[in-house]
């Protein structure tokens, strides 16, 4: 199967591509069973699959009749990713509460002034890592500051969910769910005594409120789930946005000579090179029928926005890179229906912010070494650079 195979995690796009013309709903091979799995590459059956309910998200459910030495903390198990409406709509409505537009525009100033401290001492023509001196350090911040996290703490946070997202290997994926788990819990109990007004306050409230509508183990979850949502993701967005515009001098150019162009150009990078390159597990309880494929009961379902968003059925000239693509913000980058990015508003601000400050302070900026000998991360979920080497 293609997911198993190193050249993919290379470049993703010919193999989409690939699996796309075959059919846009495909059943393969998966996980050494026969019976295997549906991957969904097409635009519009990508959004079937995310907006409707015949796929569900409830992996304790899809798990539970299979054996597993698996020991993930249960509050980084189970979270709102992982349930289906009703649950996930009581939870989801009680996190939005919390962390609203106003709050996004709140963090714009800091978020600003922590892109111009994150590269105060580059140099024009100094090489850096664009990944480790900027596209990690800047969303793990914010999102800390968002929720409340102690800067004391932040370093710790950033290894925890390195260990979660990065390395692949169970133990160190189990051992890292319950540390986080175990910090937060922590944190909870302080916040609870000394309030401050912060998300994870916030959602304190909420729990503790009249009609206590969280439960403890909800609220550490969803803090959990903030948490390392807003991290790995954005800084893949970071990362590949900077590349493809690096990669495309002219569209550097437009933007430099235009910044108000910058929001629109997010919309068209996070399309170009989605950095969730296929969304969570979503799997079919009962026989379902998707894009006019039948889906077997009990069959796993990769929907892939890093496919959708280069179908040509819906992007004309899918590949190119374009700034005046009219329909661009139509991506499924932040997924779509009920489990739409919650993050979404904030990552589209981080990254603007990002560009614009890369824009004014370093104009010339340009690739310190071949494109092509960049380094990819080995993600199924995730298309992320492991390093941007950059002149600045
Ligand atoms: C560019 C950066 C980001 C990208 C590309 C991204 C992408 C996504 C995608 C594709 C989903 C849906 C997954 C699925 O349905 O399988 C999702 C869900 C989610 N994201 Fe993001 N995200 C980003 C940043 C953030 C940030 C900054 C936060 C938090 C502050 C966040 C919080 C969440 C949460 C809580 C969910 C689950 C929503 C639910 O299940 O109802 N994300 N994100």
New binding site residues.
């Given amino acids: 199967m293609v997911l198993n195979d190193p050249a993919f995690y290379r470049d993703r796009y010919p193999h989409y591509a690939a699996l796309r013309a075959k059919a846009p709903v495909l059943p393969v091979p998966f996980g050494g069973s026969e019976a295997g799995a549906v991957v969904v590459t097409g635009h519009q059956e990508a959004r079937e699959a995310?907006a409707g309910a015949a796929l569900s998200k409830d992996t304790t459910a899809y798990f539970a009749d299979k054996e597993s030495d698996r020991e993930l903390h249960p509050a980084i198990a189970r979270n709102?990713?992982t349930t289906d409406p009703p649950e996930?709509t009581r939870l989801?409505r009680l996190v939005t509460r919390a962390f609203t537009t106003a709050t996004v525009q709140r963090l714009r100033p800091a978020i600003e002034a922590l892109a111009r401290k994150l590269t105060a001492d580059w140099a024009p023509g100094r090489e850096v890592d664009l990944i480790e001196g900027l596209a990690a350090p800047l969303?793990v911040t914010v999102?800390c500051e968002?929720l409340g996290v102690p800067e004391a703490d932040r370093d710790a946070i950033g290894v925890w969910s390195a260990e979660l997202f990065v390395t692949g290997d169970h133990t160190r994926i189990d051992a890292a769910s319950h540390a986080l788990a175990a910090y937060m819990a922590g944190l909870i109990a302080a916040k609870r005594s000394r309030p401050d007004g912060a998300l994870i306050s916030g959602l304190i409230a909420a729990r503790d409120g009249v009609d206590a509508p969280l439960d403890e183990h909800e609220l550490l979850s969803l803090a959990i789930?903030?948490l390392v949502?807003?991290h790995e993701?954005?800084t893949a967005?970071i990362g590949n946005g900077v590349l493809a515009l690096l990669r495309h001098p002219g569209a550097w150019q437009a933007l430099l000579a235009d910044r108000g162009r910058v929001p629109a150009a997010v919309d068209e990078l996070?399309r170009y090179d989605?950095?969730?390159s296929i969304?969570?597990w979503r799997w079919a309880p009962a026989a379902t029928v998707l894009g006019g494929q039948p889906v077997p009961a009990g069959r796993p379902v990769f929907v892939c926005?890093g496919a959708a968003n280069r179908d040509p059925a819906r992007f004309p000239d899918p590949d190119r890179l374009d700034l005046d693509r009219p329909d661009a913000a139509a991506h499924l980058?932040?997924?779509h229906g009920?489990?739409?990015?919650?993050?979404?508003p904030?990552?589209h601000a981080e990254?603007e912010i990002t560009l614009r400050v890369l824009l004014e302070r370093f104009p010339g900026m340009r690739l310190a070494g071949p494109a092509e000998e960049l380094t990819w991360r080995h993600s199924r979920l995730f298309r992320g650079l492991t390093a941007l080497p950059v002149l600045p």
């Fill in positions: 995310l709102l990713l996930h989801r969303p999102i968002l789930l903030l949502a807003g993701t954005t967005a996070l989605a950095p969730v969304a969570t926005p980058s932040f997924g009920v489990h739409r990015c919650l993050g979404a904030l990552a990254l």
